[in-house]
């Protein structure tokens, strides 16, 4: 006789509570890799040899975007930079027309303190931090470029011989460039009115934009100078004339 025997087996489930910690990302994140308090990123933009930031800066093979930050908020600066990984650059206003916002993929070289945990700039790029708010944050991001052209007035001197008269032109800064001939006054004795005019506009049209008369101590040389500013004014070309009154003998009377 086959007799079944029937096993009862009795399992124990043991249940064992593991506590998980869960920590964020920004928990995770080396304090050295963000700004310090008040600080916050601005963008990536634009450096050159003439640099964005002027103001104090150091290079650190160790530097982070907090060690950075940290050092121009000491030294007074309200604008830091990182760049290339290991320069630090502070100043408190965009300068050279630097700085311009470019994408912040150009700026992903790690910092030399943190690895691939922080960003600091890249080549001739800067990640740039401010601690400023507000319209003085667009102020300082956006500064105003003030472009000028300046000009000095040299007056011909008074013709000691008889008559007298003080015109005057304009002479352009650097921020213009002119073709200039020079013309011996010396050689005008029998000019006219009408002589200037006639070589004013025949000059005008081969390109030279004005007249330098250098003049001599002769009592006539200041009439044919007056005839040549009345012609130039006249002659509606903007033919320019200036008389280099410095290198000059003063005009005497005979």
Known sequence: ???????????????????????????????????????????CGTDAEQRALNGANYLDQALTINKCLTFCSS??????????GVECWCGNSLMNNQGKKVADSECSTPCGGDGVKGKCGGDWRISFFSSLTGAALTSAFNPVVVT???????????????????PSIPIPGSGTKYVWAHFIVGNAYPYTYDTWMNDIRLASASGIDGFVLNFGPDYWQPDRIKDAYNAAAASGT????????????????R
Not at 3 to 29: E, G, H, L, V
Not at 157 to 164: D, K, M, R, Y
């Open 148 to 166: 000028s052209t300046t000009s000095s007035t040299t007056p011909v001197p008074t013709n000691t011989g008889g008559g007298s008269f003080t």
């Open 75 to 84: 030294k007074g600066f309200s604008i830091g930079g990182v760049q290339v």
């Open 1 to 43: 006789m086959y007799q079944s025997t029937s096993a009862t087996t009795t399992t124990t489930s043991t249940s064992t509570a593991t506590t998980s910690t869960s920590t964020s990302a920004a928990a995770n994140t080396p304090a050295s890799t963000s700004p310090p308090t008040g600080w916050t990123y601005v963008q």
């Open 238 to 253: 903007g033919f320019k004339v200036c008389s280099p009154i410095k290198s000059q003998t003063s005009l005497t009377t």
